[in-house]
């Protein structure tokens, strides 16, 4: 299967650490990400009938990861800074829902470590991407349906987002940008909808 290089913008609460540290993180030094432009969501969700094969379920859940990414790069971003967290529901369920909605309040409110250390209340603002570079993808049987839960690890690469405190300095992020993560997308049969329902750090940077 072909590398896709998914764009986003945005951290949920673990990628939250690899990227701008909260009031209880430690102090590392900041890195400086390029500007990417903020992707805009063409679709609302991903829906469809139930996968006919392996091949199918892996490119629905590739796209549903996308739009989430997207998403969160709409919700996280100028004009939103994470109040509005409504549009996560029709791209993400379970752990991630939770993850990305506790990382969006962040973002809303603080407290956020600055590039000195200090903890910072009040809104950040967010500039920029993130892309996710898959490794391999597969699908196994969920809830009765056939290849209705697909894994796919691969590559988070945070160096493209750029977080400002509300004191006007870089946010602290963490000096590895780019770590191992893996997506789990998972099929709705009631809904016929796909949603990013966890994201695990595998503990290796890439």
Known sequence: MSIKRLALAGIIAAALTLTACTGTGNQNPTASPTD?????????SITGEAPADEDEAITKAEAAI????????????????????????AVATGAALQRYIEDAARIANGPTLNEDGESIDGPSTVE?????????AYG???????????LVPGCL????????????????????????????????????????????????TC
């Open 140 to 150: 196994q049987e969920w809830q009765g349906v056939p290849n209705g839960l697909v």
């Open 66 to 89: 996308e739009l989430l990414l997207a998403t969160q790069a709409q919700v996280t971003g100028e004009g939103n800074g994470g109040t509005d967290t409504a549009p996560y529901e």
């Open 36 to 44: 990417t432009p903020t992707p805009t969501p063409t679709a609302t």
């Open 128 to 136: 920029g991407a993130v892309v996710f570079e898959p490794m391999t």
């Open 157 to 204: 690469d945070l160096s493209g987002r750029k977080i400002t405190t509300a004191d006007g300095k870089p946010a602290m992020q963490n000096p590895n940008l780019r770590n191992q993560f893996e997506f789990q997308v998972s099929y709705d049969a009631e809904s016929k909808t796909w949603k990013v329902s966890n994201l695990i750090d595998l503990g290796a």
